[in-house]
């Protein structure tokens, strides 16, 4: 029973830790948790050869 | 509603943004911080009437003609998106400069409110500014605010402003200034027109007592601070004292109590579970989960306080010296002065740094800053740099400088390379920066930026930390036919398996086993792994405060557990730090770089890179220390010379192109 317990604690916590970084990457952040990594999502700079 | 942020780099625009928006977007004191548009809702409290009014911060741009990628984010936004209102910001201390853009943006027809920051400096210097007059000569409202302090900062005018004007249409206050963008002079010509105007607007609305010729005393300190030869040494002293606060005084005295509360939680843990748990989930639990984030998480405070110094320099002004004197370098190795940017940016975080380099407008250029970007320790390193410093040299805050040294260093001969095997070592950028004003560095902003990284530590460590943790765990207590490994045959799990083939490779660098090995793999996800994969592999739960050391074993400390000398050590150090970054980072040089031969080049030269300067370090090391080369000596230094071998070829290869081409040319 304790070990069940122990098991299903382990679970919860590797399940709350996975749906954070779907959660994050789906947001577009490209470092879990860094607060300036966010992908640029629909910015129009990425195109460098018009800046050549 | 929509308001667009506009203004020259390092008006304040990210402050205001900020200070309206209530978020914590990273400012800094000098140009070049925004490279991306951001978006966020306009506090309640400033507006009348509830309204939703969306504010998005734009990138500095000095004009709307698309000379780079963030001026070219800057006009494609106000040119396509038709924001309903263009709050330009206008840096009160420098007009002359700022209404260039001011007059670009007045001939647009969309409603403008102009926010004439840093209004609280500018009377310091003594400029007086008369608003109504200026008010009516671009013909747009003009507010003076201060985005730094929370009460009479004129945000709540400037967001009425904004408000009134809408479906406005705003009425160009001056004509016979367009140019044809096709043609240089025609251009050239319309800029200089526009310069007169705005020297004439500024003569008759600008009261300035200071005379500029006059040298003040920001001018004698920057003769000192930025000075080609001793800019050096006192940065190498700044940093060191920065490392000598978070890494050795304040930083472990927080750190001690900080750990003793894991500790009192993990010991909580063991408690609550008792004997009857399988031991197999017990470790996981306990050694993998919290020991292993524990390890990591221990390191908090010192990353805080590191974190909290280093926004200190950069907001009082200080870390825009040092890209002036790291300049003249970058140069001389075919880098742009721009590169300097992204390599401070990257003191944070790689990948940030890295998408900054897309302010670079020399493809090359860019490419090489975002391959070497990757050399400045960032912040997931610092928990490695703070282990080894701790462990192994006494605290040291030494050890810390030095990576930041030997970061920059490589970063050089890296460039040095990459320009020959280009082949484009003749090519000189040149690279104009604005140094902002010294200022008394804001506590509340590097309290800010403190938490802001705190929490980011916090959430890494609690997701890709832990799961890498537990999996190690799983991955040792088990083998290959997922039967639990008998105690003194971990060699069999399959962790060990996996790691040993690349323990070999790591013989000549004096870390050849393969719990060393399998940390340094887990490294590629995220660097902080490197301490926990150790914690974990090795059963160590408390890095910080050892003087409750359980015996593990035979060994009495750490170092002992892990069976490195001290040469190895730092030889260690540096191959978890040069080698390539994290797999985040590198699909942040993917992004940047656009072209897999680069990215493949740049993985191979940081794994060469990483591999040779921990096999110098080791090698030498033992050799002061000892009298005789270290293990594995022969066979490393036949892969050291043939990966050189390579690289000498390349740029070889590079000399030749270059003379064909430059021969092509003159003929």
Not at chain 2, 160 to 176: C, D, L, M, Y
Request: net charge positive; with cysteine; hydrophobic share 50%.
């Amino acid at each position: 029973m304790e070990n069940l317990v122990v098991a299903i604690v382990i679970l919860a916590i590797v399940a709350v830790s996975v749906t954070k970084i779907v959660i994050e990457k789906k947001r577009g952040a490209k470092c879990i948790g860094c607060p300036v990594s966010k992908s640029s999502g629909g910015c129009c700079c990425c195109d460098h050869s018009a800046n050549e | 509603m929509k308001v667009a942020l506009a203004g020259n780099p390092n008006s304040g625009k990210t402050t205001l943004f900020n200070a309206i928006t209530g978020r914590v977007e990273h400012v800094g004191n000098w140009a070049g911080v925004t490279v991306e548009k951001k978006e966020g809702n306009i506090k309640k409290s400033l507006v009348e009437g509830n309204a939703d009014i969306i504010a998005v911060d734009l990138p500095g741009a000095y004009s709307l003609s698309p000379f780079t990628s963030e001026e070219s984010i800057t006009s494609e936004f106000v040119k396509k998106e038709n924001p309903d209102v263009i709050i330009n910001i206008v840096d009160a201390t420098n007009l002359s400069r700022s209404l260039f853009f001011t007059t670009q943006l007045l001939e647009l027809g969309i409603p403008v409110v102009i926010a004439l920051n840093k209004s609280d400096l500018s009377k310091k210097k003594g400029i007086t500014i008369n608003v109504a007059a200026l008010s009516e000569k671009l013909q747009c409202p003009v507010i003076e605010t201060v985005s730094t302090v929370t009460r009479k900062n004129g945000l709540q005018d400037l967001i009425s402003a904004a408000v009134s004007v809408k479906g406005k249409k705003q009425k160009a206050p001056f004509e016979g200034l367009e140019a044809d963008l096709t043609d240089k002079k025609s251009v050239e010509a319309a800029d200089k027109k526009r310069f007169e105007l705005v020297k004439a607007i500024v003569a008759e609305v600008e009261d300035r007592k200071t005379s500029s010729n006059r040298q003040t005393r920001q001018d004698a300190v920057d003769r000192v601070l930025a000075h080609k030869w001793l800019g050096i040494p006192i940065f190498a002293l700044v940093m060191w004292a920065v490392f000598s606060i978070s890494q050795t005084y304040v930083g472990p005295f927080f750190a001690d109590t900080f750990v003793g509360w894991i500790d009192t939680f993990n010991g909580w843990v063991e408690g609550l579970l008792g004997d009857r748990v399988s031991p197999v989930l017990k470790a996981i639990l306990l050694d993998g989960i919290i020991g292993g984030v524990g390890a990591v998480v221990g390191f908090l405070p010192l990353i805080m306080v590191l974190f909290f110094l280093l926004a200190l320099l950069e907001d009082c002004g200080y870390m825009a010296r040092v890209a002036v004197v790291m300049d003249r370098f970058f140069k001389k190795v075919g880098l742009s002065g721009k590169s300097i940017i992204p390599m401070i940016i990257g003191t944070g975080c790689a990948i940030p740094g890295i998408m900054a380099t897309r302010t670079i407008k020399n493809e090359r250029q860019r490419r090489t800053t975002a391959m070497l970007t990757p050399f400045m320790p960032c912040g997931a390193k610092v928990p490695v740099i703070a282990l080894f410093a701790g462990v192994f040299f006494n605290d040291s805050a030494w050890v810390g400088t030095l990576m930041y040294f030997v970061g920059i260093a490589l970063i050089i001969i890296g460039a040095l390379i990459v320009v020959r095997i280009t082949g484009e070592k003749n090519k000189r950028s040149y690279f104009i920066m604005e140094l902002p004003e010294y200022k008394f560095p804001s506590i509340k902003r590097a309290l800010v930026e403190m938490f802001s990284r705190a929490k980011a530590f916090i959430v890494k460590a609690g997701t890709i930390i832990l799961l890498c943790n537990a999996a190690v765990q799983i991955m040792q207590t088990f083998n290959w036919k997922f039967q639990v490994v008998a105690e003194g045959a971990e060699n069999t799990s399959i962790l060990a398996t996996i790691a040993s083939p690349f323990a070999i490779l790591l013989i000549p660098l004096g870390f050849g086993v393969w719990q060393l090995a399998a940390a340094s793999l887990t490294g590629f996800i995220a660097k902080e792994n490197v301490v926990g994969t150790l914690a974990v592999v090795y059963s160590i739960t408390n890095f910080i405060d050892t003087e409750e050391f359980a015996l593990i074993n035979g060994a009495t400390d750490v170092a002992g557990v892990m069976g490195l000398t001290s040469a190895a050590a730092l030889a260690y150090l540096m191959f978890n730090l040069f080698t390539p970054p994290c797999f985040a980072a590198i699909g942040a040089m993917n992004a940047e770089m656009e072209d897999k031969k680069w990215l493949w080049g740049a993985i191979a030269f940081q794994l060469f890179t990483g591999y040779t300067v921990a096999f110098v370090t080791y090698q030498a090391g033992t050799l002061i220390t000892t009298g005789a080369f270290g293990s594995g000596f022969l066979p490393g230094l036949i892969a050291v010379t043939a990966m050189i071998g390579c690289v000498a070829y390349l740029m070889k290869k590079g000399e030749q192109k270059a003379t064909a081409k430059s021969a092509l040319k003159s003929a």
